[in-house]
């Protein structure tokens, strides 16, 4: 949490080369990726339409990937993305010369989820990494006797909770071979609450009846912590939390500023509360002013 923390106090945040963006002006944006967002995205829609019936926007998922493949190609006018851009994308943005601006949306915690029938409550980091890549297959390896077999849910690999998750649980292991592979956040939420023996990992939206979230720790002498608890995202006590984005092709105006604004705006956070996800911290507040002040966004 830090690390992203200290990258994105540096003010301007991510601007590839000099070009001429996407910065629609229009009364109609295209607005796709992150799955665990697609919700947030959906209901931040509505209700923008709600009192701004001159704008129509689409919002659909697809992974943060997907998304931040269709800005590069200039088919969108935000990504939405749980992961940031990375240096391969932005290397695809120079090479088109575009302009890549990144602004945090909110917060969101990684909840590794089990069923409610699973009495395991707290895990560990290393187990969490053990269990995904097979060394633990067994409930009765971490002390449920009554469990059986562990069933493995993760996201496809074009999700940037997949990408997150493997590359801070996993450190770049590779994945059990039974893991089960989603198409989506739903997919993964809905497969733990069937199975009693199964453990994914979803948007702390997501946790939901049926499952339950583990405490997390970093290693047995713990402190575990809930994931559930906003201060615990806020304060980087909780080792699987990570900023939500929105990517821009350009120096965002017209339609595309509004709707930034009124996201960011207490309206905009309202929404965000609701569904079930975390405002900024006043680190990735202050990011965000710093670049709408770089920009000279009014």
């Given at each position: 949490?830090?690390?992203?923390?200290?990258?994105?106090?540096?003010?301007?945040?991510?601007?590839?080369?000099?070009?001429?963006?996407?910065?629609?002006?229009?009364g109609?944006?295209?607005?796709?990726?992150?799955?665990?967002?697609?919700n947030?995205?959906?209901?931040?829609?509505?209700?923008?339409?709600?009192?701004?019936?001159?704008?129509?926007?689409?919002?659909?998922?697809?992974?943060?990937?997907?998304?931040?493949?269709?800005?590069?190609?200039?088919?969108?006018?935000?990504?939405?993305?749980?992961r940031?851009?990375?240096?391969?994308?932005?290397?695809?943005?120079?090479?088109?010369?575009?302009?890549?601006?990144?602004f945090?949306?909110?917060?969101?915690?990684?909840?590794?989820?089990?069923?409610?029938?699973?009495?395991?409550?707290?895990l560990?980091?290393?187990?969490?990494?053990?269990?995904?890549?097979?060394?633990?297959?067994?409930?009765?390896?971490?002390?449920?006797?009554?469990?059986?077999?562990?069933?493995l849910?993760?996201?496809?690999?074009?999700?940037?909770?997949?990408?997150?998750?493997?590359e801070?649980?996993?450190?770049?292991?590779?994945?059990?071979?039974?893991?089960?592979?989603?198409?989506?956040?739903?997919?993964?939420?809905?497969?733990?609450?069937?199975?009693?023996?199964?453990?994914?990992?979803?948007?702390?939206?997501?946790?939901?009846?049926?499952?339950?979230?583990?405490?997390?720790?970093?290693?047995?002498?713990?402190?575990?912590?809930?994931?559930t608890?906003?201060?615990?995202?806020?304060?980087?006590?909780?080792?699987?939390?990570?900023?939500?984005?929105?990517?821009?092709?350009?120096?965002?105006?017209?339609?595309?500023?509004?709707?930034?604004?009124?996201?960011?705006?207490?309206?905009?956070?309202?929404?965000?509360?609701?569904?079930?996800?975390?405002?900024?911290?006043p680190?990735?507040?202050?990011?965000?002013?710093?670049?709408?002040?770089?920009?000279d966004?009014k």
């Open positions: 949490m830090g690390k992203k923390i200290v990258i994105l106090m540096v003010a301007v945040v991510v601007v590839v080369l000099s070009g001429c963006g996407n910065n629609n002006g229009d109609y944006l295209e607005i796709k990726g992150s799955d665990t967002m697609v947030l995205g959906q209901q931040w829609a509505d209700t923008y339409m709600d009192a701004n019936s001159e704008v129509s926007l689409a919002v659909t998922g697809g992974g943060s990937g997907t998304g931040i493949a269709g800005l590069l190609n200039d088919n969108l006018d935000i990504a939405q993305s749980s940031k851009i990375t240096q391969e994308e932005l290397d695809a943005a120079a090479q088109k010369n575009l302009d890549v601006y990144e945090v949306v909110g917060q969101d915690a990684i909840s590794v989820i089990v069923n409610d029938a699973n009495p395991v409550a707290e560990t980091m290393d187990e969490l990494k053990q269990i995904f890549t097979g060394e633990i297959t067994q409930w009765a390896q971490l002390g449920w006797e009554e469990g059986g077999a562990i069933s849910y993760s996201r496809q690999s074009n999700s940037g909770t997949h990408v997150f998750f493997w801070t649980v996993l450190n770049q292991a590779d994945w059990a071979t039974n893991t089960m592979f989603m198409p989506g956040t739903s997919s993964i939420y809905e497969g733990v609450a069937a199975d009693r023996d199964a453990i994914g990992y979803v948007g702390v939206a997501y946790v939901n009846h049926g499952v339950h979230a583990v405490n997390v720790g970093l290693d047995k002498t713990g402190p575990f912590i809930d994931p608890i906003r201060a615990n995202v806020d304060s980087g006590k909780y080792p699987i939390a990570r900023p939500l984005y929105f990517y821009v092709n350009g120096k965002p105006e017209g339609a595309v500023l509004d709707y930034l604004q009124w996201v960011l705006s207490a309206e905009g956070i309202d929404v965000l509360e609701t569904v079930g996800f975390y405002r900024n911290s680190e990735y507040e202050q990011a965000n002013a710093n670049l709408f002040q770089a920009l966004l």
